[in-house]
């Protein structure tokens, strides 16, 4: 197995900071596939704790429950607002807009302008660094679907009882030490078995002969190696994975991999003296005047992840990209910054007392419009090769949950051995998967 970071887990590792826990990005155990819980609960055993699920909506200096609570929405919208929202729901229902190719359109359908405005416009261009109508109006089919404030709203302001508000699990499993420890413990297993994790390596190139990896050149320690390849499996990015290739992908993959982005996301982690901040596992901060996208509680993610009574580990993360001065700016000021920002929230007042800001870059695949046909391309190519299997977010360009990602790799590894499982299908369905079953 080979690593381009210092340690395992990817964006699923967990820093460790002066006796410090934290979580790139808050990662979630929870699945509707039973062979993937089973690998969890093999790996971990009674490391895996189970957790309540907490998470709300900062808007405008109140936090909204989420999925919304019917009776805690019109108290914080107000009587007015929530008439607007009635008004503009219904223009939406009497003349939706066309072929919904956009997020924007999408959203604004089934909810209409003044909540796609105050619940979604925000802090989806915080995350994606675009205008909604420039993002493919996939992202809200898989991620949305009726799991959002419009639905709650809807049953609340138009009385109607038709169907049910969706819910979401409100438990999930989660490693004492982090989602870093599950993957140090796979790490130890396949050392164990006798093979081997080799972390500071980076591939620089995959040699081909047609449609077979031959060879794997490798960068460790400042000195390159060829490993001979019988079976690649690849969670690098794909784009990365595209140019590796040797000889050279044809032109029209290299063109489709060039035009496919990623979002960097940056966690600025701070201490915090004092306890019991706020109850939330984490907060989205749709405030548009404020920076910051989420803010993760970890120690109401695990007690262990803060080794010191009377502080707290929470997390501020920021989305941008190569160009964007938030990713360049200084670690000083990027803890200023966020120490500011969540003393505006009103969530906290106490002392912030140290910070560490980890940069964590292609954590999002960018679905803009007409993402769809570059993967496409880029798979249907990739599938001709006898031993070469993408896997994961990076590898596979899919805004995969972490169950979907370990899943991808138990396909790909059960293809080795003849099965013949379409691995690009996973996750490819409209079900929102975090949706609690009735």
């Not at 080799?198 to 190696?225: D, K, M, P, Y």
Request: proline share 5%.
């Amino acid at each position: 197995m080979l690593e381009r970071d210092t340690q395992v887990g990817g964006l699923a590792r967990t820093v460790v900071y002066k006796g410090y826990r934290f979580d790139i990005g808050g990662h979630r155990f929870f699945t509707r596939y039973d062979r993937v819980m089973a690998l969890w609960q093999e790996t971990l055993g009674p490391e895996l704790l189970l957790r309540p699920r907490l998470s709300r909506i900062f808007y405008r200096g109140r936090m909204f429950s989420y999925p919304l609570e019917p009776r805690n929405a019109l108290r914080n919208l107000g009587p007015i607002e929530a008439a607007r929202c009635v008004a503009s729901f219904g223009r939406a229902r009497l003349r939706p807009r066309g072929q919904e190719r956009s997020f924007e359109e999408w959203v604004s359908n089934r909810f209409g302008d003044r909540l796609f405005e105050i619940f979604f416009k925000a802090y989806t261009e915080k995350v994606w660094g675009m205008p909604c109508d420039q993002i493919s109006a996939d992202w809200a089919a898989q991620r949305i679907k009726n799991l959002s404030l419009g639905g709650a709203l809807r049953q609340a302001l138009l009385k109607d009882r038709s169907g049910s508000v969706t819910s979401l699990v409100e438990r999930f499993h989660y490693p004492r030490l982090g989602p870093g420890q599950m993957y140090e413990r796979l790490a130890a297993r396949i050392e164990e078995h006798g093979g081997q994790v080799w972390t500071g390596t980076s591939v620089v190139a995959l040699h081909r002969e047609g449609f077979h990896i031959t060879a794997v050149e490798i960068e460790r320690g400042g000195q390159r190696q060829r490993l001979p390849a019988e079976q690649v499996l690849s969670s690098i990015p794909l784009t990365h994975l595209v140019r590796a290739l040797s000889p050279a992908a044809p032109p029209e993959v290299l063109e489709a991999a060039a035009r496919l982005r990623f979002r960097h996301m940056m966690s600025v982690n701070l201490i915090v003296r004092g306890t019991q901040l706020f109850p939330d596992n984490w907060v989205y901060v749709h405030s548009p005047e404020l920076k910051v996208g989420r803010i993760q509680n970890y120690g109401n993610w695990s007690p262990e992840m803060v080794p010191t009574a009377g502080h707290s580990a929470l997390g501020l993360e920021y989305f941008t990209q190569d160009g964007d001065p938030l990713w360049s700016m200084p670690d000083a000021e990027l803890i200023a910054l966020a120490t500011r920002e969540l003393a505006a929230t009103g969530l906290c007042s106490a002392e912030v007392i140290d910070g560490l800001v980890v940069r964590a870059p292609r954590a999002y695949p960018i679905y803009d419009q007409g993402y769809e046909e570059r993967v496409e391309v880029i798979s249907r190519y990739l599938r001709q090769f006898d031993n070469l299997a993408a896997m994961g977010r990076y590898g596979m360009f899919k805004y995969n949950n972490s169950d979907h990602s370990i899943l991808t790799a138990m396909l790909s590894v059960e293809n080795i051995d003849g099965a013949q499982h379409d691995v690009w299908a996973v996750n490819a369905d409209e079900s929102y998967h975090e949706e609690k079953p009735q």
